[in-house]
Every structure is written in structure tokens, then in C-alpha cells.
Nanobody
């Protein structure tokens, strides 16, 4: 069974930075997409940043563009999310996720429904 384990969450003040890490139990290259999602209390889980392992294309939610950077160290089976200039609205539980190639005719890499493997989450709290 695939395991994804996140770490690196915490509490920071607005404007600060955090780096989240996700260790995968198998090579991240075994997946088609790997990425980060978040869920704030009372809200749906949303895609934050995802990466296509084949060509390393990246996809970001508009709300985090130019602030967050997703990266992959396949040799270490580690996925990272560097988060800069954090805002209070970034407060959420952050989840690492992985997906095989979707079997439907169209999809977007930030759609949570195409991801079948999830970590337990790591909490990020940003105070203003």
C-alpha cells in the first residue's frame, strides 16, 4: 500500500515562510501527478500545487501563484512545497497526494477527484 507522509507544518506570522515535505513509500516517478491540497475548516479540499512527474510541469492555484513553489526530489522520494509570504487565508490542513494517469477523457491536475493516494495532512496556521 502506498504511503504518503507529510511534515513541516506549523504556526507562522503573516509574511513568513514554511516548507512542507512529503515522503512517498514508492518512487514518486511511479505516479503521473503528485501534489499538494489543502482544506480549511468548513471548506472543500482544494488543489494548491501539483506536478506532472513525466515532464515536471507544474500547476498552481491562482491564490498561491508567485508565492508557493512545488518541487520533487525523485531520488529521495520527497515532494516539497515552499510557501513564502504566507497569508492568514493560507491557514488549513495541507495534504500530499498522488495520482496515476486519469482514465477519463479530460481532467485538470488540480482536481482532487483524480487523486487516489493521500497523506494524513499537516496543519499550517498563519496569524495576522
Amino acid at each position: 500500500q502506498v504511503q504518503l507522509v507529510e511534515s513541516g507544518g506549523g504556526s507562522v506570522q503573516a509574511g513568513g515562510s514554511l516548507r512542507l515535505s512529503c515522503r512517498t513509500s514508492i518512487s514518486a516517478g511511479s505516479f503521473y501527478y503528485v501534489g499538494w491540497f489543502r482544506q480549511a475548516p468548513g471548506k472543500e479540499r482544494e488543489g494548491v500545487a501539483t506536478l506532472e512527474t513525466g515532464d515536471l510541469s507544474t500547476y498552481y492555484a491562482d491564490s498561491v501563484k508567485d508565492r508557493f513553489t512545488i518541487s520533487l526530489d525523485n531520488a529521495k522520494s520527497m515532494l516539497y512545497l515552499q510557501m513564502n509570504n504566507l497569508k492568514s487565508e493560507d491557514t488549513a490542513m495541507y495534504y500530499c497526494a498522488a495520482a496515476g494517469r486519469p482514465r477519463r477523457p479530460s481532467w485538470h491536475p488540480l482536481e482532487k477527484d483524480i487523486y487516489g493516494n493521500w497523506g494524513q495532512g499537516t496543519q499550517v496556521t498563519v496569524s495576522s
